[in-house]
């Protein structure tokens, strides 16, 4: 009984060691030899529990290393029926869902965060995960959606004194067809490339399509029908199909950059407050 | 009497955390070799190649080296260094178990890389096999014989083809097929191509073989004649349209006759590579199911 208490604390002390190895490589910022050593781990250790652990943190250097998809695979990997400790269950989910985000799989983090609240309901008001919603929201241009849970986050850090609710200026987004619609449907005015956004591009298109029409047209009335056909009419019809693709494209990057600029300057918000902490 | 009994379970313990401590720092090379073979299986090559690059390889016996040898080849096989490969698997002596598939792995990442006359050494080596293996020899170096459009030496290797294994026949039968293929491919001249663009712009890329691209390319010059010979009427021989569309028909016409010209050697480069393409991916195939 004597040497079984006195074995325990150093088996226990042992059992932590386990660790120890990977760790000291991870601290001195070999994370791809870490990642190796936290695998030899969870191939040596029949404890659920260290399996599920060395996977985590070999999951955290391969974050390190901006592998977030094989992070993310390492994760959703994890047999998590014989995990007893539910922190960390939760950990593994939610580092599975940050990794998923951060390697751009917006719809699979999103689902993911769906199935973490599902399980842990109470973790649905967690600061992290609220800020993983928000992002989330703000990848998909689920604005509105994502202004209330943006409430909820800055109620959690108590920070309610926000100069101003950065959804209150949500960007208005254009609408890729239309614009090519109105190209096609209104030539000679540029309308679809103003619509997207671009006014120079607008004029030259304006510029170029009735230099085209008008040499064509001239062409003709000289009786030089060829010249009128192959150079005026062909170059219209160039620069005509050409512009209305070009304002689909054009309003489709307009789009995109003002959703970045959006969502990037939310996300800067959020750290900021995360960073000062709960007042 | 009590102080002894517990000096000695202090002993004890630490005896059993030190063995700890250095089952954990000194691993067997048998667990290493389990530990590589389950990221193998996991499909994480880079990783088994860092834990392989850990065993220090001056402790190790000539078998073991072997094995060491063999996986990393067989790693760096399956992230596509094909050099690297070979230079492991080609390092695996004649005793090992896996001597015969590090062989003809290695053979094939040569072959992969287009270093005919190394791969055929390494097979002409490889003798006393069983009848499989020998036929894959015959078999890999059909391949490399077909590859390098060598016909009479192909004809003489798939003379021993058996067409019983059924790992092999059907990329057996197939290599005679291609043989087919590869001599059927119609010897165009680039001459005749060339004179073809120039009497009917683009006639020559399709006689190459190229329709849509001779199409292509004829209708650009045709509008350009067009308009060549309406600015000549309208405006005379002398006006700057006239010289402007001339130009650009020059440029146009020489620049077709010119691309007719390699239209044929290209094609007929394309042609054999996707057939070569073939001829690489079937010589794998019975690599694969004989050796897995």
């Given amino acids: 009984m004597i040497c079984k208490f006195l074995c325990v604390p150093f088996l226990i002390k042992a059992q932590g060691n386990v660790f120890n190895y990977a760790d000291s490589i991870r601290h001195a910022g070999n994370f791809t030899l870490a990642t190796v050593e936290y695998e030899r781990i969870a191939f040596e250790n029949a404890s659920p529990t260290i399996k599920a652990e060395a996977t985590l943190k070999g999951a955290d250097c391969m974050k390190m290393l901006k592998r977030y998809d094989e992070a993310a695979s390492l994760l959703d990997a994890v047999n998590m029926e014989n995990i007893p400790d539910p922190k960390l269950k939760y950990q593994i989910l939610f580092q599975s869902l940050l990794n998923s985000y951060l390697a751009h799989e917006e719809n699979s983090s999103f689902s993911k965060l769906a199935s973490l609240c599902y399980y842990y309901p109470d973790s649905s008001h967690n600061k992290d995960v609220l800020f993983m919603k928000i992002l989330c929201l703000n990848e998909m241009q689920q604005w509105k959606e994502a202004d209330t849970i943006y409430r909820n986050f800055m109620t959690a850090f108590n920070h309610s004194a926000v100069p101003s609710n950065p959804y209150l200026k949500i ?85 995109e950059k003002k959703t970045i600029q959006f969502n990037t300057m939310i996300r800067n918000q959020l750290l900021a407050v995360i960073n000062k902490g709960t007042p | ?122 097979l002409n080596n490889l003798a006393g096999m069983n009848p499989i293996n020998e036929e894959t020899k015959y078999f890999e170096q059909a391949g490399i014989a077909l590859l390098k459009k060598n016909y009479p030496v192909f004809d003489t290797l798939s003379s021993n083809f058996s067409y019983n294994f059924y790992a092999l026949s059907a990329q057996e039968k197939r290599f005679l097929n291609y043989k087919k293929q590869l001599q059927g491919i119609k010897k165009r001249s680039p001459v005749v191509a060339g004179l073809m663009s120039a009497i009917i712009p683009g006639t020559g890329k399709i006689y190459a073989g190229k329709t849509y691209q001779g199409i292509a390319s004829m209708l650009p010059i045709v509008a350009l004649a067009l308009l060549t010979n309406e600015s000549y009427h309208k405006r005379g021989p002398h006006s700057a349209e006239f010289y402007g569309f001339g130009a650009l028909l020059t440029v146009f016409y020489v620049g077709n006759i010119w691309g007719s010209v390699f239209a044929v050697k290209i094609n007929r480069e394309d042609h054999e590579k996707s057939i070569n393409q073939k001829i690489l991916f079937d010589l794998q195939i019975p690599l694969r199911t004989i050796f897995n």
């Fill in chain 1, 171 to 255: 960007p208005r987004l254009k609408d890729p067809e239309k614009a090519e619609k109105l190209s096609a449907y209104l030539p000679f005015t540029g309308a679809g490339l103003f619509y997207a956004g671009n006014v120079p591009e607008g004029l030259l298109s304006i510029a170029l399509q009735a230099s085209f029409a008008a040499f064509g047209a001239y062409s003709i009335l000289m009786e030089r029908y060829i010249t009128g056909v192959l150079i005026g009419v062909g170059g219209y019809a160039a620069f005509y199909h050409g512009g209305t693709r070009r304002a689909k494209w054009l309003a489709e990057k307009y789009n």
């Fill in chain 2, 1 to 122: 009497m009590a102080s002894i009994k517990k000096i000695l379970l202090c002993i004890f313990a630490l005896f059993i955390f030190a063995d700890l401590h250095a089952q954990q720092l000194m691993r067997s090379f048998q667990e290493d070799m389990s530990f590589v073979q389950y990221l193998q299986d996991k499909g994480q090559y880079q990783n088994a190649i860092i834990a392989l690059n850990e065993i220090p390889v001056s402790t190790l016996n000539p078998s073991q080296q072997d094995s060491l040898n063999y996986l990393k080849g067989w790693s760096f096989y399956n992230i596509k260094s094909l050099d690297s490969s070979s230079f492991y698997l080609l390092k695996v002596d004649t005793p090992f178990t896996l001597y015969a598939k590090s062989r003809f792995f290695g053979a094939y990442n040569f072959i992969y890389l287009q270093y005919y006359d190394e791969a055929a050494k390494i």
